[in-house]
């Protein structure tokens, strides 16, 4: 499998495991050192917001208090469009970008609607055939998410 094609699989693995809520599947595409950052522009104020910035313990803290927290436990479906994938020279590393759409469905009544929209920044590492994340950030275009999921994105 080329470099391109790990890497696009990476990226549409992370999706299906999120939406399949397996976390630690998740945390396993990750490299020691993962950084997971969620942003948006905000005009208003002219800079970028963080809503999120994890590293990975960070991240698994998050996943095991996720009963904890008050929030939407709506199912959240990705959809992910990987855009373009580019390879360093050296082949060890590479970074993609991916569109990103997400959709809530309710579970009073089960309506399903677009909850956000952005671009996935992603930076990985190659090694021994397999590509793992070592970043991950999310520009999104959407701003306002209500309560929120505490889920990744």
């Not at 005009?43 to 904890?68: C, N, S, Y």
């Not at 609607?113 to 920044?121: D, F, M, P, R, S």
């Amino acid at each position: 499998m080329s470099r391109e094609r790990l890497v696009e699989s990476v990226v549409y693995q992370s999706a299906l495991l999120l939406d399949g809520r397996d976390f630690q599947g998740y945390l396993e595409l990750c490299e020691p050192d993962f950084r997971y950052v969620i942003g948006a522009y905000s005009p208003e104020i002219r800079r970028e917001m963080v809503w999120l910035d994890h590293d990975k313990a960070g991240l698994q803290t998050l996943f095991e208090t996720l009963p904890r927290h008050n929030s939407d436990h709506s199912p959240l479906t990705r959809h992910v469009t990987v855009y373009r994938v580019e390879v360093a020279t050296d082949g060890a590393s590479a970074s993609a970008i991916s569109a990103l759409q997400v959709f809530r469905t309710a579970l009073d009544g089960g309506a399903t609607e677009l909850y956000a929209v952005g671009k996935i920044h992603d930076s990985l590492r190659i090694a021994d055939g397999q590509a793992r994340l070592s970043r991950r950030h999310i520009k999104l275009d959407t701003r306002m998410l209500g309560i929120g999921s505490h889920i990744p994105l």
